[in-house]
Structures are given as C-alpha cells and as structure tokens.
C-alpha cells in the first residue's frame, strides 16, 4: 500500500511538473525578412525596418495602438497646447523605467531630443524645423517650444527621432551603429521588447522587457532572421522554419503564396510609395526641363505589369492615393510614357539625338526587394526609347547608397517613402522643403516654396490647408524636385497558426500582439 501511495505521489509530481513546464513555456516566434539594419540609433537612422525594430524596443511620448490610426497617449499621460499654439507640455507617466531597469523622467526627454539635434542625422529634419528647444518644467514634465505653431506636432511626437535614449547609455555626441558598443553592450529603450543579441546581417534577438509599464506581449522572443534573397527566404517558410515571413518578396512568390493552403497572407495597403529621385543642384538637373523631360518618359502602368505582375498601382503625386488632398497632377500634365513631350522638353534644354542626355541611374539591389533590378532595367528603356537619353545603370547597397545621395554622387536615383506621421506635409515637406530635400539627397530648395510649408504647418483650417496641398501638387509638376512612380501594397505571409499581426495604415508592424495559437 505504500508503496502504491509513493507511486501515485510520483506521478502527481511529475504530471504536476509537466503542467507547470508547459504553462510557463516560453512563446519563441521567428521572422524572416530581406531588410538590413542601418545605425541602431533613433537620431541617425532613416529607414522602414530599422525604424520597425525602434517601435518595439522603443516608446514615444505618442504613439498608435496595433493595427490602429488613432494617436493615443504613450510616456506622457496627457499633454495641453500653450503660448498661442507655440508650446506643448506633456506630462510624463510616473515610476517608468528603462529596460535596464534605471528611471525615466523629463531630463531624458530634454537629453535626448537636444542629442538628436546636436547629431543632426537624417531624420533630425523631423525635430530641428520644428522645435526651437526643450524645458524641464519639473520632474515630469516638459515643454517643446516650437518656432511656429503645428497643428499635428502631437503626431510629430510620436515618430523615432523623439524617442528617448537612457542618457547613462547613449553617448552624448555620437551615432551607435552597433548595440555592442554601449555601455553594457546592449540598447536601452522602454518599449515592450529589449535587445538580447544581435549580429548584423544575421540575426536578432528580441526578449520581452521586464520593466514595461505596459500590457505584456503575447510572446516571450522574438528571432529575427536575415535573409540574403526572397527565394531563400520562401523555402524557409514553406518548410515551417520560419513564423512568419515580411519584404521583401518577389512578385511571382507572392502569387504562389496567395493561393498556398498553408499559408496565411496579412496584406497591409497603407501609404508606401516609390519615386524616382533628381539632385537639384547638380547639371544639368539644376535644369527644371531636363527634370520635366525624364519624368514624361516614365510609364507606370508598364512598370507594374512587367515588374511587379499588376500588385502594385501607379501614383501620379507624392501624396498617396486615399490620403487627404491626393490628385492626379502627373497624369493630366505628363500622362505615361509620353515620348513626344519627352523629346520637345529635352530639345528646349538642347539634347537631342546627336547631343544626348547622358546620366547615371542609381539603385539599391537588396533594400526594396530582388525587383529593384528590373525596375532600374525598365526605366532605363524607357528613357532611351526617346532617342535622346542613354543612361547608365548602377547600384549600391543601402548603407553606401545612403553616403552616395549625402556626397551628392548620384544625379538620378530611386527611393521609397513609409509615413514618419501621416499627413500630406510628409510627403511634401520632406522632398521640397529646403530641409527635408537636402537630407534625401534631392537639395531642392526655394523661399516660397519653404514658406508655403511654414504655412501649411500653421493653418488650423483644414480647407484652407487642404487649397495650399493641391497649390504644391500642381507646383510640383512644374519643379519636378521628384517624380512619383508607385504605390506599393506590402505583402506579410505566416504559418496558419499565427496571430494577431496587424499592419495599420501607418505601416507599424508592432509584435507584441503576434501569438502561436
């Protein structure tokens, strides 16, 4: 009998064991992506993915729920608008910490946005033509105060460059390309995931913070590994190796996984676009002609169909389709493909057959995807089916691309655009303000073109700003500081048993909610 009893109390305890073992489990999900990094750091990097990790091991003072639109409050509790519109002050949630477990206040709001205009990186724009300094006000509280009164400055709020670093961490004056580098060798956020591992190019490792004030993620980690190809990376989701799979993808893979039994799409229509991209102040594109005479060349629908198979749509503004104050400028000035006005614009700049147009277009073979190629070899036909273009193909990876358009050595170039904060200022400011311009490598600069901005930025009358909007649009044909070529549809693909990813049209991909069901 007692033995029977010492039998039946093992087999409690181990069954006891087992269910605890299994209750406690730790929730490991892994991500595939073709994305690289740039500099781990919110003052200097500029770009989707990079900023895409940012938004989960990072919190803004403002910030949007998953899946949502609406800006909630993030680190600050509330904030109220002073001095006519020239000043904000948030209010910081008390006894939060970094993920290091040290306090944050209103000294590391003020530290950090005072380092992000002192490095003066490429999102630094976002900050510096904005704000003309930061308060301590006490303990939690702080003040920016703005050089012109921003009706969206809360929105402004809520995107990278104003996230706060831990100032015992953070260098004072100095990019952090690597996590390794900093005092204790990892990044300090206060968002709900921190750094456990990193290695460039190959993998990342993301493990839930144990001093996030907020609602625990769903998931313990989050693997994210770096493919070299969009082919590779299929094969691995196809063969379960991976959760769930996001860009880039080649067009024909996203057919085949649309119809896939296995596998579940998320698609997230949202606002991305793609534009091709002229160095103003460099000949001849100093020229507004020649810019006009290559942006008649350009033939969207083409490009898509023979590209990206018809998954994406052509854009004929850089304000996206379904956003406020969008209209179709380029397709009534230019139409598509148009050679005849092509060749009349490129004679008035004197290139013709015997004198042609000569450039370099530049891309970036891995950063938008294995499509980049054909995209860069069919523009390339399209100008020299003028007659009066030969251009010559080059490409760089991305972080040498980035030092190219910043040493001015690329005349005409490809670039695509996800929303900082989502309104059309983003999509026009940041390509033809004097400030914006030069940090895209575009150095478009004009005083009223500049000043229609301050306006547009400080006009609370939504029709009266909606009329300065269309004024820049139909402007812009005229310029051509740049010339719209797409709006992208972005592709996400998961194993069955995966949920809760969301991909708002702000085109944040936040994994706290993501789960193994």
């Not at 100032?167 to 004072?172: F, K, R, T």
């Not at 390309?177 to 993998?203: C, H, I, N």
């Not at 000949?283 to 629908?301: D, E, L, M, S, Y």
């Not at 670039?415 to 895209?440: C, E, H, M, Q, V």
Request: hydrophobic content about 40%.
């Amino acid at each position: 009998m007692k033995l029977l009893k010492l039998i039946l109390v093992c087999f409690v305890a181990v069954g006891l064991l087992f269910f605890a073992s299994n209750s406690f489990a730790k929730v490991t999900l892994v991500y595939g992506t073709t994305e690289k990094v740039t500099d781990m750091d919110p003052a200097n990097a500029y770009d989707f993915h990079t900023w895409e990790i940012f938004y989960n091991i990072y919190q803004g003072l403002m910030g949007y729920p998953p899946g949502k639109t609406n800006l909630v409050p993030g680190l600050a509790e509330s904030y109220k608008v002073v001095d006519a519109g020239k000043g904000y002050i948030f209010k910081l949630k008390e006894g939060v910490k970094f993920s290091d477990g040290s306090p944050f206040d209103a000294n590391a709001v003020k530290w950090s946005i005072d380092r992000v205009i002192r490095i003066a990186g490429d999102p630094s724009w976002l900050v510096t033509d904005f704000v003309d300094r930061v308060e301590v006000v006490d303990k939690y509280q702080v003040k920016f105060v703005l050089k012109n009164p921003v009706a969206y400055f809360p929105s402004l709020v809520a995107t990278v460059p104003y996230y706060p670093v831990n100032p015992n961490i953070y260098p004072a004056d100095k990019i952090v390309q690597d996590p390794t580098a900093l005092k204790g060798g990892k990044l300090v956020g206060l968002g709900p995931y921190r750094v456990a591992f990193f290695k460039r190019d190959q993998e990342i490792v993301l493990e839930a913070n144990p001093y996030y004030y907020g609602e625990k993620p769903k998931n313990d980690m989050i693997i994210i590994r770096y493919f070299a190809d969009a082919t590779t990376m299929r094969l691995a989701l196809e063969k379960g190796e991976l959760d769930f799979a996001f860009k880039s993808f080649n067009p024909s893979d996203i057919n085949d996984l649309l119809k896939s039994a296995k596998i579940q799409t998320i698609v997230g229509q949202g606002p991305y676009i793609r534009y091709l991209c002229f160095q103003n102040n460099t000949k001849p594109f100093t020229n507004k002609i020649v810019r006009q005479g290559v942006a008649a060349a350009i033939n969207r629908p083409e490009i898509i169909k023979k590209v990206f198979l018809g998954q994406n749509k052509p854009l004929y503004s850089m304000v996206p389709m379904g956003m406020w104050t969008h209209t179709d400028n380029f397709k009534q000035v230019f139409g598509d493909g148009n050679i005849e006005m092509s060749r009349k614009l490129l004679a008035q700049a004197g290139f013709n057959e015997n004198n042609k147009l000569k450039f370099e277009l530049w891309y970036t073979p891995s950063h938008y995807g294995d499509t980049e190629v054909d995209m860069a070899a069919v523009l390339k036909a399209q100008f020299e089916a003028t007659g009066v273009m030969e251009v010559s193909v080059k490409s760089a990876e991305w972080a040498t691309y980035k030092n190219n358009w910043r040493n001015q050595l690329m005349p005409v170039y490809l670039l695509g655009w996800y929303p900082d904060y989502i309104d059309p200022d983003n999509y026009t400011a940041s390509f033809a303000g004097t400030a914006g311009s030069r940090g895209n490598g575009i150095y478009f600069s004009d005083p009223k073109w500049d000043a229609m901005f301050v306006a547009e930025q400080k006009e609370p009358n939504e029709k009266k700003r909606e009329a300065i909007f269309k004024k820049i649009q139909q402007m812009w044909t005229d310029e051509v500081p740049t010339a719209p070529i797409f709006q992208g549809t972005l592709y996400l693909f998961a194993q069955k048993n995966i949920k809760g990813i969301m991909i708002s049209p702000t085109l944040q991909f936040i994994y706290a909610p993501i789960e193994k069901k």
